[in-house]
């Protein structure tokens, strides 16, 4: 899990204009909400911010004026067209606090020989876990699945630590056999008997 330090600042300017001129600074307008406490409006770094959002699911330590406060993304909001960040709402968690979010998933390994396709039923699965240890991704095998297998939330290995917070028997990957071969062995049948 990466922890990134971020510099903020917090604004008392609100709205459209004033959005504007923050991110024509290279900046980003955010909000830090949580435990009950008042939103608090802040301006963060864009490149840092940007580069650390890369990341799923980073852990950010925020010095808002020399107040250090750990937050997690909740809500990205970007530019349709041109993909720079509009605004970000960040929730405040504390270290050894139990979070809920979603992480990707990955497989390794190669299917059983033949025409089989791996089917992402999902591609996120909604786990919790520790604030300060969240994986950023789980890895499934599908080393020699054949058609008709499945992989449910409950099959996947998941690190220390970290719960689901889905319905285990979710279906997450699932092998089907591959159709097109098969029609186009049907319409070789049918050219033959005409």
Known sequence: MADVKLAAE??????????????????VPAVVYGHGV??????LPGHELQLALRTPNVLLTLDIEGTTQLAIPKAVQRDAIKGYLEHVDLLTVKSGEKVTVEVYVHTEGELAPGSFLLEHVLSTITVEAEATHIPESVTVSIAGLEAGAAIAAKDIPLPAGTTLAID?????????????EEASADADAEATEA
């Open 38 to 43: 008042d939103p608090l409006h802040i301006t």
């Open 168 to 180: 285990e028997d979710a279906v997450v990957l699932q092998v089907l056999a591959a159709q097109a």
């Open 10 to 27: 917090t604004r008392t300017e609100f709205g459209k204009g004033a959005a504007r001129r923050i991110r024509r600074d290279k900046k």
